[in-house]
């Protein structure tokens, strides 16, 4: 069983950088892979990145690729995401979701936080 929690979120201005973290816990957090989704208004889950506990190794959406960054700290248990230039588009509650491979966090996690909501004005 894992348990998320992010935060984080809010309302900044187009252009602002923001800064989610994901908060794991659970039994062997070391087997899994954390994924930072979205999901905009009357629209379904979008994949943005993973990253492997264990190793670090990261998968990027090509949607976000040099403009959000994923980073974990082990210690703390937690994954983060740096959002950078952000834009109205990217307004929608973000979450983060954990599965015991890529593939799997990719597409069909089997846990997921509650969500955090951002919302990005012109």
């Known amino acids: 069983q894992v348990q998320l929690v992010e935060s984080g979120g809010g309302s900044v201005q187009a252009g602002a950088s923001l800064r989610l973290t994901c908060a794991a816990s659970?039994?062997?957090?070391?087997?899994?892979?954390v994924a930072w989704f979205r999901q905009a208004p009357g629209k379904g889950h979008e994949f943005l990145g993973g990253?492997?506990?264990?190793?670090?190794?990261?998968d990027y959406a090509e949607s976000v690729k040099g403009r959000f960054a994923i980073s974990r700290d082990n210690a703390k248990n937690t994954v983060s995401l740096q959002m950078n230039s952000l834009k109205p588009e990217d307004t929608a509650v973000y979450y983060c979701?954990?599965?015991?491979?890529?593939?799997?966090?990719?597409?069909?996690?089997?846990?997921w936080g509650q969500g955090t909501r951002v919302t990005v004005s012109s």
């Open positions: 659970g039994r062997t957090l070391s087997n899994y892979v």
């Open positions: 979701a954990a599965d015991v491979s890529m593939t799997k966090a990719k597409t069909e996690p089997r846990y």
């Open positions: 990253i492997t506990l264990s190793e670090g190794t990261i």
